[in-house]
């Protein structure tokens, strides 16, 4: 029988049926299909609650950085990332930042941007002018849609239009402008803009189209300063070549690219453990980067009057607290109780704060003894439990293939065959 993935209902189905289709879809054994079934401590009906046609879940490691000093509290960070180093080296920048005071941090209000794109009318000035005259009408259709949110002190605050060029013709963007407190904010100003729509159009004679969130949550801001003492990073030579790997970023795209996935490193780790959207966190940070025209380096470095190095990071970190898979899934749950933030103001400085802490750990390691050094002996233990190392042997075997200079799953096979036929003689 032809195999087809046109299979109708899937989404009814319970979660094994599922599974039993697609083990004989993908000819899985016995023991893989069994494996999905197998979800720890996410149950499997809370899954199959979260999306759409589930067959299991995917597990990453949950790890805690430690050592931050953040606006003078102390915090233990856990962070959920399949990267070998990562968390390590986070760790060890938040421990050489002590010296200097830790981590300081701040952060504007959680104001959110629902976007609503008005297209064909006559007169694109015209249409403004009526949008902006309707302001507190507009307000008030958005506020009616959140009574409890703007109970909290949240709601819609202001509304802006831009009228921008495109190759559809000119189009009238709103902005509405909403405070969303402790929730990551998507699905609140997206109902707002669903709810503004019709009146836009009505006193416009124009068409709305999307009517959306934009991730690029430029008021929604983060920022976390460090002083790395050079006696704590190695002295005068270390602090130079991280400006030097720093102006590198500064001016060049190419570079700035893996300079600001290693910010994301850290910033990520955190998102996942906590549950939040890393997609919109991701696409926010590096649009914001690119605001100028030119795609640069998120954080700044400098060297200071002592000759100590500071750092610094600003970020846009649309994050939440309540709602969305924050109040759902049960690890996130335990990792926001393990940091004890009481709002996403302050959980957003938090994971500033670990980006600045990885960006400058990676700086770091790039200019003295070069990145891969760590990260090889970590992923030199990835490849030799891939390759079947038991855990008595795992050791040996890294060591192996590091002192052979050749970390690959051939070369940690053969090692392990030899270590078993030496055990056997």
Do not use: C
């Not at 009906?45 to 509290?73: C, H, K, Q």
């Not at 006193?203 to 929604?220: E, K, M, P, Q």
């Not at 959207?277 to 060297?303: N, P, Q, V």
């Not at 795992?394 to 096979?413: F, N, Y």
């Amino acid at each position: 029988m032809e195999k087809t993935s046109r299979i109708p209902g899937f989404y009814k189905l319970p979660v094994e049926e599922r599974v039993r289709i697609v083990k004989e879809f993908a000819g899985l054994t016995e023991e893989e299909a069994a494996l999905l079934l197998k979800t720890g401590n996410l149950d499997i009906s809370i899954a199959d609650r979260m999306i759409e046609n589930v067959i299991g879940t995917w597990p990453l490691p949950l790890g805690i950085a430690t050592n931050f000093l953040i606006n003078g509290r102390d915090y233990l960070i856990p962070m959920a990332i399949e990267e070998p180093s990562v968390v390590a080296a986070a760790s060890n920048a938040a421990k050489m930042a002590r010296e200097g005071g830790g981590f300081f941090t701040s952060s504007t209000d959680p104001i959110m941007i629902s976007q609503i794109q008005l297209v064909k009318v006559k007169d694109a000035e015209e249409a403004k002018n009526a949008i902006l005259a309707e302001k507190q009408k507009i307000l008030e259709i958005a506020n009616e849609k959140d009574p409890v949110l703007v109970k909290l002190g949240g709601g819609a605050r202001d509304v802006e239009v831009r009228i921008i060029d495109t190759m559809m013709g000119k189009m009238v963007i709103t902005h509405l402008i909403v405070d969303v407190r402790d929730a990551m904010g998507a699905n609140v100003v997206n109902t707002m803009a669903e709810a503004v729509a019709p009146f836009i159009e009505r006193i416009t004679g124009g068409s709305v189209y999307l009517r959306i969130v934009s991730n690029l949550a430029d008021r929604r801001l983060a920022s976390a300063r460090a002083v790395w003492k050079k006696e704590e990073i190695g002295g005068d030579e270390v602090v130079e070549g991280i400006l030097y790997a720093y102006a590198f970023a500064e001016a060049d795209p190419y570079r700035a690219a893996t300079h600001n996935k290693g910010i994301m490193n850290g910033v990520i780790a955190v998102a996942r453990a906590t549950g939040q959207d890393t997609r919109a966190i991701e696409a926010g940070a590096h649009s914001y980067a690119a605001r100028s025209g030119r795609y640069t380096s998120l954080s700044r470095f400098w060297r200071n009057e002592d000759g100590d190095l500071e750092g610094f990071l600003e970020m846009p970190l649309a994050v939440g607290t309540v709602g969305g898979v924050a109040s759902v899934h049960p690890i996130a749950k335990i990792a926001l109780k393990i940091l004890g933030v009481k709002s996403a103001r302050e959980l957003s400085e938090v994971m500033v704060a670990v980006g600045l802490a990885q960006n400058f750990a990676a700086l770091r390691a790039l200019v003295t003894e070069g990145i891969q050094a760590g990260h090889m002996r970590l992923h030199a233990r990835n490849i030799a439990m891939a390759a079947g190392a038991t855990p008595d042997i795992v050791d040996e075997v890294v060591e192996r293939m590091l002192e052979e200079k050749s970390i690959r799953i051939d070369v940690a096979k053969r090692i392990i065959n030899e270590i078993k036929s030496k055990k056997l003689k």
